[in-house]
């Protein structure tokens, strides 16, 4: 056996299922020890982005590790944008990046680069492989410091020789490190807090936006009155009809600040402490307002779920139902298509038990409000603001979780980056609807320009802000890659494309002519 | 005045006149800096990969560098693989990073990572600015260094706050440090090598592939008999009629050792001593077989023309005229769509003055032996073989040289990675016309995995090399970018596509169906 194989064995036996896969001349050992081996399904993207960003949502939805398979130190770049909105949601990605054989490094060849320094901004834990006899161990040694809770990036850089190199076998799977144990002392705390009265509000993030924590936390809101709020841009928040409303805190600083200003008190779970996503002149990076006190319950690599039972321990809470969201989307919506009208669109038509990945920028904001009571689902935000994150995603999901409607609902400029992610889709026939908002413009930046004191701004800023001249076509781009695509220009025909689109299995593309 | 309009200020007394940009919030002053200063242009990119080749592509036509500006991190990181092929290039190139305000990057922001660990495997000069009255300065240092001989790429990483500060005004231009002198030994030996007899070949590289280098080459070797070899992946080559035909050193490495075996000595002028582009089990790391002397009569950092001048006169040769290639171009071919064909068909049409970008990979391999008599031309290679250089690199190559045509001659699974350079050739009408071969797969590894000794690949393999199931529809996709497209099934089609496209002002593409 050869030491490709026994990382893939390895791999297997550690239950790491999906490799997405871009790989070059380093890595054709791997590539043949996915066929030498039943159980490692391999999915190709056409671009590196593609495939971490899936691998990115397929750790959010099936909380565990995919592979990547990328090549050398430029092709493992490609990937580093997603891989850093992975590290930002504390999704599990185990990379693997072929390198020049041992004994070639020092050639210089023209792929050769500093690899390591490149993967260090987006990983957690990193390895150069010296030896094939180690690469078994070496690999189980990624997937579990991947699996750390609740989530890294580790990296495996493997020269070409350890992968041809000979090998003893796999090697078993190591225990991943769970979460930090939550002190008393950060329990009593928050307890001291939520019992002092409504001044109260809990952030939650992380971990404690799936169903056991945000239930619980829901118990403690309809006893103590305290607010719920979560992580601007969460990487899976369980939402919807049967779980409690939590409120997101506004992306802007000034709104956000807003927000908390009514408070004494901030508690969070599985949440850091917020900051504004920018430095904006006269500003505060933190957006807490003074006077308003912070206490952690829970980092995120702490229990957050079980920080929250022992909350509603300490409170004697009992039995206390929380408020749940009822079962009512909005009615479907008429008329011009605008954010307000396609957020209710697409909230009126969601089927049950569908993930939302939302990387709709300006034209996204309405919905996550008027879809608190639409059929429970998943919703994925970008977590990192490296923009390109939601079709490939989205294609993870899908991977993940191939009997659910994956929705990437996406603005048209952060499509562009990793418009790839269509083909990879129409290969693999994932259920996924991209519902792109055609604005032809970066929308967000205008508004930033505007709020940097430009508001006339001149021909050239104006330019750089615009998609149109020439306009994309993206029902052309989406057919291209072999996906089936309509164009909508109103309300109407957005509900009704929706409605299509939700009852057909496959990926399709519907481009919104805002 | 503030740290951004000083900047721009500053570049343009150094004679930069292009910033191919995909800028972000943290970038907003220096958009608007763009327009209160007049002589910039500002080319956008949808991806950042698009601005970086672009960049590359520019200063191989320019030989001064055009600045990027990129997104902090994340933006910065898409760049890298094509940075990566510039660095190799040595190419001159400034990168223009927006970080967050200085007061901000404690706050550890959704987009905070370590770009200057991100930057340093691309950059020769990196300086993270401190403060906006030295920033003016700082550019000019920035500037000095991309240009240092032949070219490098520097990255200036600058905090917004240094950008919205107050500044002194512009600083003048610093001069960049030429090339290193050639030490008279060096043009001893060389010529004491060319003395010996015919069994001598010059390998020429770097700046030794312009006119009047390749000039002196041509006059050593019509007169001592010695061979003329240059890379296998030139940054700039200038060919065809006119000038002397240069035999490439073949890229696989039996291929290239075969061709060097013959010889007694090898002497470099602007080329490093020729290494495997890959390490493979029981090949060596250098091409250069035991036995062959090699001498640098140039270092890629010395002054390669000079010295082959000096050799000129050192060996009197006097007003000895090269060996010129005529200007002899092959017969239109006829019949199927295969390498040769396509060669042909391209060598047969090509205007005069063109510029070829060759990132055609398995495809484009006979195009260069047949084009040696067809009308003089640049050839521009894939320098650093991350692949996604071709259609970036031909838009800038076109920003640079207006009046020239450019052929992206582009294989298909390279040309996905940075696709989005089309909408960038549209937007500006660039000269540009994309050759694209679309075999349906990454030939190129399917040669490297059975050179791997998989002669019989499996199912994954095979799923993982090719570009089909389902088909890319080349001229959707190109058409979806405002690019005129056609598709082309034999190579009387593709003679009249091509001198069709000869023909017209702006972009447009030709789908070849191989």
New interface residues.
């Given amino acids: 056996m050869n030491g490709a194989e026994s990382l893939i064995r390895t791999a297997l036996q550690a239950g790491v299922e999906v490799c997405f896969?871009n790989?070059?001349?380093?890595e054709?050992?791997l590539?043949?020890a996915?066929?030498?081996v039943d159980g490692m399904r391999?999915v190709?993207g056409?671009?590196e982005?593609v495939c971490t960003g899936a691998a990115d949502g397929y750790a959010r939805m099936a909380d565990k590790p995919a592979l990547t398979l990328l090549h050398?130190?430029?092709?493992f770049?490609?990937g580093?944008?997603n891989l850093?909105?992975a590290r930002?949601a504390r999704s599990p990605v185990v990379n693997l990046i072929g390198d020049?054989?041992t004994?070639?490094a020092?050639?210089?060849?023209?792929?050769t680069?500093?690899?390591v320094?490149?993967a260090?901004?987006?990983s957690a834990w990193i390895r150069s492989v010296s030896d094939s006899r180690s690469l078994a161990f070496d690999t189980a040694q990624a997937i579990a410091a991947a699996k750390k809770y609740p989530g890294r990036v580790s990296t495996l850089i493997i020269p070409?020789?350890c992968q041809?190199g000979p090998t003893e076998g796999p090697a078993a799977p190591l225990a991943a490190e769970g979460p930090a144990p939550v002190e008393a002392a950060q329990i009593e705390r928050a307890a001291r807090l939520l019992r002092d009265g409504e001044k109260t509000a809990l952030l939650l993030g992380g971990r404690a936006l799936r169903e056991p924590a945000l239930i619980a936390a829901g118990r403690i809101a309809a006893t103590t009155g305290c607010r719920l709020l979560c992580e601007t841009?969460p990487a899976r928040l369980e939402r919807g009809a049967g779980m409690p409303v939590v409120e997101r805190l506004p992306y802007f600083p000034e709104q956000a600040i807003e927000t908390l200003a009514p408070l004494r008190s901030l508690i969070l779970a599985g949440a850091?402490s917020p900051?504004?996503?920018?430095?904006?002149?006269n500003t505060p990076?933190?957006l807490v307002p003074d006077g308003v006190e912070v206490a952690a319950l829970a980092a995120p690599e702490q229990d957050a779920a079980g920080a929250l039972e022992a909350l509603v321990h300490e409170l004697k809470l009992g039995r206390t139902e929380p408020s749940m969201a009822p079962l009512s989307p909005p009615p479907k919506p008429s008329g011009a298509l605008n954010p307000i009208t396609v957020g209710a669109a697409l909230a009126a038509t969601l089927p049950a038990n569908a993930i939302v990945m939302d990387e709709a920028a300006t034209t996204g904001f309405p919905f996550f409000a008027v879809s608190s009571s639409a059929p429970r689902h998943s919703y994925l935000a970008l977590?990192?603001?490296?923009i390109?994150q939601g079709l490939p995603c989205a294609t993870g999901a899908a991977i993940a979780c191939p009997e659910r409607r994956v929705v990437a609902f996406q603005a048209d400029?952060s499509a562009?980056?990793t418009?790839?992610a269509l083909?990879t889709q129409?290969?693999e026939s994932l259920n996924v609807t991209t519902l792109l908002c055609n604005n032809r413009s970066y929308r967000?930046?205008q508004v930033?320009?505007a709020r940097?004191g430009?508001t006339e701004?001149?021909?050239?800023?104006k330019?750089?802000?615009?998609?149109a001249?020439?306009?994309?076509?993206?029902?052309?781009?989406a057919?291209?890659?072999?996906v089936a695509a309509v164009r909508v220009q109103n309300a109407d025909e957005l509900v009704a494309a929706l409605e299509r689109s939700f009852s057909q299995q496959g990926p399709n593309f519907i481009e919104m002519m805002l």
């Avoid at 701004?457 to 800023?461: I, L, M, N, S, T």
Wanted: glycine letters at 12%; zero cysteines.
């Fill in positions: 896969a790989p070059g001349t380093t054709m050992p590539v043949a996915l066929d030498a391999a190709l056409l671009f982005g050398l130190g430029p092709g770049a490609n580093i944008a850093h909105n930002r020049h054989a004994w070639h020092g050639a210089d060849a023209p792929l680069s500093d690899i320094s490149l260090r901004p987006v070409s020789d041809w841009f850091t900051v504004a996503f920018f430095g904006y002149p990076s933190s977590t990192g603001g490296a390109g400029g562009m980056y418009v790839q083909w129409a290969r967000i930046l930033e320009l940097s430009v701004p001149g021909r050239k800023a330019s750089l802000m615009s998609l001249s020439p306009d994309l076509d993206w029902v052309a781009l057919r291209g890659m072999g």
